[in-house]
């Protein structure tokens, strides 16, 4: 979700000021472990934020020598709102930084990614092999034609290849745009037009569930009558026993692995700019059009590469894991460039948390002794549902740190993970906000400090954030508002491809800063509380309230494991509210329990945003990336066709 408020710049709703006076009132901590801070790669975060904050240009030449260049750049920054530049005249090439450093250093052999597939195949890659592998595929991609600035769109599920595709494009400077395996051909057709793709590189098949699902027809349909596609490039995975042949359609289809034969395994890393575009990443805007979201080289290779150290706390002998996927910007930046770029062991499958079984997580972080996990809220309140039982059945001791990011952790969830799942090792869960436009966190938790549930946090050293009112003017703590970003930070996006007017608008809706599209609200103490979208609100009899605090509010139930709220018109009030719960395992549907659900929700926010209808499901419909898709359920409700349903979960 991406923050169009087309100058709406809503006042907070009712249901907002609740919550943010429960807030308020629930000053409960988890304490940092002294012992997860004693090891912390920034062992004073004030310290740190001070440096930033008193010279922000020698707080980034600092971190810019966490990252290797071709020509030292000549400015740390240029701001000539909305535009900015970083580390300018400086040039680099981020898979020098992400293998070449380590393969030519002392990092050669060892594991740079362990990959799973969903029935348990496992492969894995040292740096060297890494090196190996990109520097043959971009030399395949060079033949091919692909130039620097070409644009290479990869539809691929979360694999070796879909990694290395990434990286390949890197090398040569060929920009990548990576489509979730599993969003429609109309989604993608879209983005490959809108980017003017020359390359389009899939996967025959993707995995989930236990099925086998095929991409290729999707990509067939996407491509067709597409001519500025000159090559559509497919990594056959089906070749298994009891497949039909496989046909190329067309001269232009070649196979992945066919195309490399023969090539050399170095391939010169292209000098890139600072500035030049290391990839686009489509997400969804309030407009229905998708954006394509452009980072650069520099500034975002600094920024994740720093992240990783210092916000995911990532060493040199940790396994980490990063449950999301290289279609989404967690995977762009916490899969594959800040961890590889720092040097890590990336753990990853291909996979839902919960196929075969929910323990299949924890089955997992046994057998590989995960210590850092990357995971959504929703994959966490998956996991509660089904109880303490399954992470207490595994040797979780080396789980040290679960990061949270995507949507709000609510404080349930947040102390049954820090219980059940970092309870073993004494660790810490930590919540962390950001938006693909801003490719790595803004606010989080570190764990030198003390965690509040039900607050993401207090802002990285280096980002400038405030809440403010429509007019721009900063509130007063413990008053909510829009959260804005007053200074741009290096890992920021720089414009929507073919679209600048649209970027422009994040700067211009109050202007000078940058409007995220987020209602917020900071504590006394310098915490932030993320409360949801400023333009996911529903008017209830005039009184606007948010579909977050209901939810919020019903999660806090104890028979509550998941809910989704939408607004439905209403002839006399406009709106009314319409609930969805997931039950915990094991609660039972008793006939009281709609009602009691009801009543909580009135006791918690109020009668006007009581909910005037509640269903119980068995789940929620969601997105890869974890989200509820609200815009689906209300389709089904009012009887209309839901659209696109391409990037569903299931
Ligand atoms: P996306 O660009 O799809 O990653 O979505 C970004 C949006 O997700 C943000 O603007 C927020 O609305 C929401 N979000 C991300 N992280 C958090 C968090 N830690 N707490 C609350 N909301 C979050």
Not at 424 to 430: D, F, P, R, T
Not at 443 to 455: E, H, I, V, Y
Request: aromatic content about 8%; hydrophobic content about 40%; some cysteine.
């Amino acid at each position: 979700m991406a923050p169009e408020l087309e100058g709406k710049l809503p006042d907070l709703t009712e249901a907002q000021r609740a919550a943010i006076s429960a807030l308020s009132k629930d000053d409960a901590v988890i304490a940092a472990p002294v012992w997860l801070a004693q090891r912390a790669h920034v062992p004073n975060d004030a310290i740190e934020r001070q440096f930033a904050s008193q010279d922000p240009d020698g707080f980034w030449r600092e971190k810019a020598k966490l990252v290797d260049w071709m020509k030292p750049f000549e400015q740390v920054t240029r701001f000539e709102p909305p535009r900015h530049e970083w580390f300018v005249g400086g040039k680099l090439n981020a898979t020098v930084n992400c293998i070449d450093r380590h393969v030519f250093g002392d990092r050669r052999l060892k594991a740079a990614l362990i990959w799973v597939g969903e029935d348990g195949e496992e492969h894995t890659y040292t740096y060297n092999r890494l090196y190996r592998e990109v520097n043959r595929f971009a030399n395949a991609l060079k033949k091919l034609g692909v130039r620097k600035g070409d644009r290479v769109l990869l539809y691929m599920p979360l694999t070796p290849e879909g990694i290395i595709s990434m990286l390949a494009c890197a090398r040569i400077g060929a920009i990548h745009s990576v489509v979730f395996a599993g969003m429609g051909t109309q989604a993608l057709r879209s983005r490959i037009e809108d980017c003017a793709a020359k390359v389009v590189v899939c996967s025959d098949y993707t995995y989930r569930r236990g099925k086998k699902v095929p991409l290729k027809p999707t990509v067939d349909e996407a491509v067709r009558d597409l001519y500025g596609v000159e090559h559509v490039i497919v990594h056959r995975r089906g070749s298994r026993p009891g497949d039909a042949p496989f046909t190329f359609e067309s001269e232009r289809e070649h196979d992945f692995y066919d195309i490399q034969d023969g090539h050399a395994i170095h391939c010169p890393p292209e000098p890139m700019d600072s500035e030049d575009p290391l990839f686009i990443l489509y997400t969804s805007g309030t407009t229905g059009k998708p954006k394509g979201v452009v980072h650069t080289t520099g500034g975002y290779l600094v920024g994740t590469t720093y992240l990783a150290r210092a916000y995911y706390q990532i060493t040199d002998s940790d396994i980490y894991w990063s449950t999301s996927d290289i279609g989404w910007i967690v995977g762009h930046s916490f899969i594959v460039y800040g961890p590889l770029s720092a040097g890590a062991t990336i753990f990853t499958r291909e996979g839902v948390p919960d196929y075969p079984s929910p323990d299949v997580t924890w089955e997992l972080c046994e057998r590989y002794g995960v210590n850092v996990m990357f995971t959504a809220p929703t994959a966490v309140r998956m996991w509660m549902s089904h109880g303490g039982d399954a992470p207490s059945r595994y040797d979780l001791q080396k789980l040290r740190l679960i990061a949270c990011a995507g949507e709000p952790l609510n404080p349930e969830a947040h102390r049954w993970a820090q219980a059940n799942l970092v309870g073993q090792s004494k660790g810490m869960v930590v919540d962390n906000w950001w938006q693909t436009e801003i490719a790595a966190p803004v606010l989080g938790t570190l764990p030198t400090f003390d965690a509040r549930p039900g607050k993401v946090g207090k802002p990285v050293p280096g980002a400038d954030v405030a809440v403010v009112d429509a007019a721009g003017k900063p509130v007063s703590d413990g008053e909510g508002g829009l959260l804005v970003i007053r200074k741009p930070l290096p890992y920021m996006l720089r414009t929507i491809w073919n679209d600048h007017a649209r970027y422009e608008k994040y700067w211009s809706q109050i202007p000078g800063v940058y409007t995220a599209g987020d209602i917020a609200v900071r504590d006394r103490d310098g915490y932030f509380a993320v409360l949801g979208r400023a333009d996911d609100v529903m008017n209830v009899a005039g009184h606007r309230i948010g579909t977050a605090d209901v939810e919020s509010a019903l999660l806090r139930h104890p028979a509550v494991a998941e809910s989704a709220v939408i607004g439905l018109p209403d002839p006399v009030k406009g709106e009314k509210i319409k609930a969805f719960v997931v039950l915990r395992k094991g609660v039972p549907q008793g006939p009281g329990l709609v009602a009691s659900l009801k009543d909580h929700v009135r006791q918690d926010l109020g009668p006007i945003a009581t909910p005037a209808d509640v269903e119980l499901r068995a789940s929620l419909p969601k997105t890869r990336s974890g989200k509820i898709m609200r815009r689906l359920l209300k389709a089904v409700e009012m009887g209309q066709d839901p659209g696109d349903v391409s990037t569903m979960a299931d």
